[in-house]
């Protein structure tokens, strides 16, 4: 092993070899160079080909890795391999595929190619393709594969063993062992490394744990995730409402799951409909498309301000410079709120705030905004008096209203997430735009206000 | 089994009834009730008693689960059984934690305490706590643990499972395993269920895989939760300069690093001081000091638009109407804004973007700016004229704002990131409020040269 190597640049590296090498038609000595690689990394490189060659590419590769690079591809290239596959071939690459990838994959090629490959599946494997397809997306039951390894309580541990060398080989993990009985139930669980070092005539019922930690079929994303975070385990069973167990979660499948929902957590917090499609793969028009409604609501929305603005009229134009603060001051208003409103859905998607906490976060929010309204107060007014050199009534004018924006955004901002979330709404529309306009008129009324007794319009 | 349950539920219940058992002091029931949970769930249930009670209840558990529940205990529950064990007691807790808890732990509790466990330990385990609290936060040399079991290549398939049953009792994974040398380097790697199914007979170099992927100690947190996500393997090794194997890094410790960078980013693009404590464990004074300086530092830049709108005051002065659009334009602004740079920052963040796409980026959100752009205005443009009666140059001038102000926010929503990238800085701060500044000022500008010329002022 060298150790000095970088990872990506090796990989770059072997892509451009390999682009030339295709070129030049040089495929054996291709083959010679990838098929050292980790699976992954082969899939990668195939993916960065035209299609055409990446299918010829992946036909020469040897048959045993073929399946698992198959899982690892984009789906334009499975799709391509499809479509130059005989119906032979299809059953092959199939009848190697996890389940939970099959789905996967079903899910995004062209309607056509479903046809084929449920006609390629085997007849059990389509029942449970369709069963599948039923699951809400994201859901534990479209979450799982069915590939898992269960044991009966009355083995022992030696026959436990040779079943598990006979039957795991196309398993997706046969470190965690199912104890079930003839109609299915879940009734325990064992793990290969108590079996190993247990004598080897003990039966499984004695080492087996039957307060299994196990997941529904309708369980959602959230807590799909919660509950692998909470217990690190490699794998959790999902049951039926029978108690029947139905397939697995397995670990590795999770890390990309919390990745799309932190996604569109992002996504919906900066007023755009989540989805899950790379940025670059999206065309302009679905990119628009995410975008526009929640810019055409804020835009309407903002009529509220400029009927405020509208009513200060003559206010703005006897003393137009107070005009030059409405920026700052809806700022200051704004980011305040942000800041309140992010932490707080941030609490609320990891568990660290719950809905009984509100009284909580609004007196922890009133402190912080009595602390931030005051330097911000402070900094401001004597940045009027002497770098603006305006008079003390309107420095006295902005400050104060800098205060209070500061504090009915930072309240509404640590409130409403928990309200949405109380209301089974997402708390995570309830981030920084829908906020902001709040907190903008508020922000202005108390200027205005303020600005006619002080400035003593 | 009960199918029926529901997890969390139960856990309430049982927390309740484990709260009253203790206060009537009747802990024989309260073991009863907790010691059939699963150590997770009963170091959740102490962490929600007081401490004293606490170190009581985990006193009286059975031996065999005390060490397991201890390092899933919160900080201050450990302090507090640390102060009340003897040296002996404590010797015991150490000598069954993982090395990565043991660092974590060292981490947090109160520094009179580190130096008594590190008296406690032995003088191997001192030296590697001392060698493991020097790498950089987060790198994956302080994310990782030492108890891996590692082979030779000589042994045949039947001494490792036999070393494998004798050794791998207080390993951390036993399903992946590691092939050094007598020097300790790295050679290959093997999975427990290769041996299983393997030939007995056969030496483990014909087995072992030799293009192991592996991280090296310093490789940042980025780093280590690409390469997991990417390859999706249960341990990875990481290796120091020379190659020699110093610890693994197991998936679940990844969950939760995940979780941490990705709230990390959420706090930076709300333009706080990111902070790994919960919302509610942390004082009103640290949360201002998070997010006063990005409050003042917002404050003092929206000079640059106050500068603008004074140097307009004549023309607002004599159209006050003009200015209660300016919330509105600058809204429409800064929200168009901050939808492309959180895309563009996530795209970064999980490697969708790469910094040579700049000019892809920009060429996508020129055409997603015409879009919405042109939408906004036209809608604008409407209800400017028949809701708001105004005249149609007024309409004209502050829908062409609304197109132009799009477009300037949108490719600098989209390119400030990237270019941060380039810089070596961090793209997530140039999130929202850095973008709305600038993209402020630019609709200012905008409008007022508009205003100037259509309304002919």
Redesign the interface.
Same mark, same amino acid.
């Given at each position: 092993?060298?150790?000095?190597r970088n990872?990506l640049v090796e990989l770059n590296k072997i892509e451009e070899k390999l682009k030339s090498l295709v070129e030049e038609k040089r495929y054996k000595e291709a083959m010679t160079l990838i098929s050292?690689?980790?699976e992954?990394d082969i899939a990668e490189l195939i993916d960065e080909l035209d299609h055409k060659t990446g299918a010829i590419i992946y036909r020469m590769l040897p048959k045993d890795i073929q399946a698992e690079v198959f899982s690892y591809l984009g789906s334009d290239q499975q799709e391509e391999i499809i479509r130059s596959s005989t119906d032979v071939e299809l059953v092959q690459i199939l009848d190697e595929m996890y389940m939970d990838d099959m789905v996967d994959m079903i899910g995004e090629v062209e309607p056509d190619l479903v046809d084929r490959i449920l006609k390629s599946s085997t007849a059990e494997d389509r029942k449970l393709i369709n069963q599948f397809l039923k699951y809400p997306e994201d859901s534990a039951g479209a979450l799982m594969t069915v590939e898992y390894v269960s044991l009966r309580r009355a083995m022992t541990v030696r026959e436990a063993?040779d079943y =598990?060398?006979a039957e795991?080989?196309d398993k997706k993990t046969? !470190?965690i062992l199912y104890v079930t009985d003839s109609s299915r139930?879940?009734?325990?669980i064992v793990s290969? %490394?108590e079996l /190993?070092?247990s004598d080897y005539d003990k039966k499984i019922e004695e080492l087996m744990n039957?307060?299994?930690? !196990?997941l529904n079929t309708l369980d959602e994303a959230e807590e799909v995730?919660a509950?692998?975070?909470? !217990?690190?385990?490699?794998a959790i069973p999902v049951?039926d %409402?029978?108690?029947i167990i139905v397939g697995i979660i397995t670990?590795?499948? =999770?890390?990309?799951l919390?990745?799309e929902m &932190?996604?569109a957590?992002?996504?919906k917090?900066?007023?755009?409909t989540p989805s899950e499609k790379? !940025?670059?793969e999206t065309s &302009?028009?679905e /990119?628009?498309k995410n %975008?526009?409604v929640?810019?055409?609501v804020?835009?309407?929305s903002?009529?509220v301000?400029?009927?405020i603005?509208?009513g200060y009229?003559?206010l703005?134009?006897?003393v137009?410079?107070l005009?030059?603060?409405?920026?700052?001051l809806?700022?200051?208003g704004g980011?305040?709120g942000?800041?309140s409103s992010?932490?707080?859905i %941030?609490?609320l998607a990891?568990g660290?705030?719950i809905t009984r906490?509100w009284l909580?976060?609004i007196w922890?929010e009133m402190?912080?905004s009595i602390?931030?309204g005051i330097?911000?107060a402070m900094?401001?007014y004597f940045?009027i008096i002497y770098?603006?050199k305006a008079p003390s009534t309107v420095a006295l004018t902005v400050s104060l209203t800098?205060m209070g924006a500061?504090a009915v955004a930072k309240v509404l901002g640590g409130i409403l997430p928990i309200a949405a979330t109380k209301l089974k709404m997402d708390p995570a529309i309830m981030a920084?735009?829908l906020i902001?306009?709040i907190a903008?008129a508020s922000t202005?009324l108390i200027y205005f206000a303020l600005a006619s007794s002080i400035i003593g319009f």
């Open positions: 092993m060298d150790h000095a990872k050292v690689l980790n992954v063993i =598990i060398k795991g080989i046969i !470190y139930h879940l009734e325990g290969l %490394r /190993l070092v039957p307060d299994v930690i !196990y995730t509950t692998f975070k909470k !217990y690190g385990f490699e049951v %409402r029978e108690g670990i590795d499948d =999770i890390l990309n919390m990745e &932190a996604s957590d992002f996504q917090m900066s007023a755009i790379p !940025y670059l &302009a028009f /990119l628009a %975008r526009i929640w810019l055409l804020l835009m309407v903002a009529t301000t400029q009927k603005i509208n009229e003559d703005i134009g006897s137009a410079f005009s030059g603060f409405i920026p700052m809806m700022g200051a980011n305040s942000s800041q992010i932490l707080v %941030r609490g990891t660290d705030i906490d909580k976060v922890k402190k912080v602390i931030c330097i911000l900094v401001n940045k770098f603006d800098v500061v920084s735009p902001t306009t903008d202005l």
